[in-house]
Every structure is written in structure tokens, then in C-alpha cells.
């Protein structure tokens, strides 16, 4: 197993990579300052779960596909821009009463976790960087780069749960003065709606 340096070197590592700005972590403080802070963390648990299934891959040796196959690769970020362009189209047509009402009880919290796993796993740079990124923590001569690369992916998921966790608290507390603003609520849906399209389109249009 890697060295205790090499795992605290990689857990601060993970941690301002998840702070950087993307998809995901948008995503989270989007339906945090939308729904309140219980939806955002729900999110957070279905991004996290995706994780699981990219960090597999990797230890697999699957995600090696989506490298080598330009079809494959062309597929699934396709399918991820789809998603992306109905979450858009979603957030454009709701309205502030909508909102109101919808918040508490249309979206539970299993939709939302739902949608964090979906968002997440039909993202193919997610397996990509998994590939490029998980091995260089690896040695080969401390046991099997499989259990390795688990372990790794382990730790990385634990470092994004404590940021888009924190993230998703904090945005959270808009979810109080949205509920009693309509023009708050208006104008958070088009940034979320305008968000989610310009994913999509990054999405769709980026090369391998």
C-alpha cells in the first residue's frame, strides 16, 4: 500500500482539486442556494457515488476505453451534454411559484441523489483524469495497484465529500431569502439554466 506521505500527499491534493471550479461542484452550490442545504448534500452523495463507479473502472482497467475509443468517448460525453441541456430547460421554464412549492416536496432527496450520480457518471473526463491521475500515486512495489487505486479513489471521494459538503452548507443559507424573494428566485433559475448550458456545450465540443 502507498506510504503514509504519499496518502496525505494525495488527500491535500484532492482537496484543491475539488475546490477548483466545475461541473460538479457548480452543480452542488446551484441546488444548494435553490433548495436548501439538505438537497445540496444529497447531490454531494450522488456525485460521490459516481465517483465510486469511475474509481472502479479505473482499478479495472475500463476506463482505458474511453482513451483509446473516440466512438466511446463520443458517446457518453454526448449523453452527459443531453442531461445537462434538460437540466437547463428545466431551470429556464420553472417559475418562482414553482419553486416554492416544488422545493419541499417535488424533488426528494433520492431524485436529487439520483441526479448527482447521473451528472457524474456520464461525464467521461471524470474516467479520463481518474486514469491519469489515480496511478501517479501508485507504486507497484508496495502490493496490487488495484487494491492500490481503490484505496486512492477512496480517499479522493472523502476529500470531495468534506468540499462540496462544505459548499453545499454554506450555499445553503440563500435557500432561506430565495424562498421569500420571487425576483431572487427568477433570477437564480436562468443562472442555473444559463450554468447548465454553457456545461453542456463545454462538454460537447471538448476533444479527447
Known sequence: MPTYHTLMAFFAT?????LAPGPDNLFVLTQSALRGKAAGLAVTLGLCTGLTVHTTAVAL???ALFAASAMAFTVLKLCG???LLWLAWQAFRASSTALRAAAPSRLTGWQLYR???VMNITNPKVSIFFLAFLPQFA????GPLTLQILLLGAIFILATIVIFGGIALLAGVLGDRL???PGLQRVMNRMTGAIFTALALRLALGER
Open 81 to 83: 451534454a443531453a442531461y
Open 14 to 18: 484532492s482537496l484543491l482539486l475539488a
Open 115 to 117: 441526479r448527482g450520480i
Open 61 to 63: 482497467g475500463l476506463a
Open 179 to 181: 424562498t421569500r424573494s
Open 139 to 142: 507504486d507497484p512495489a508496495r
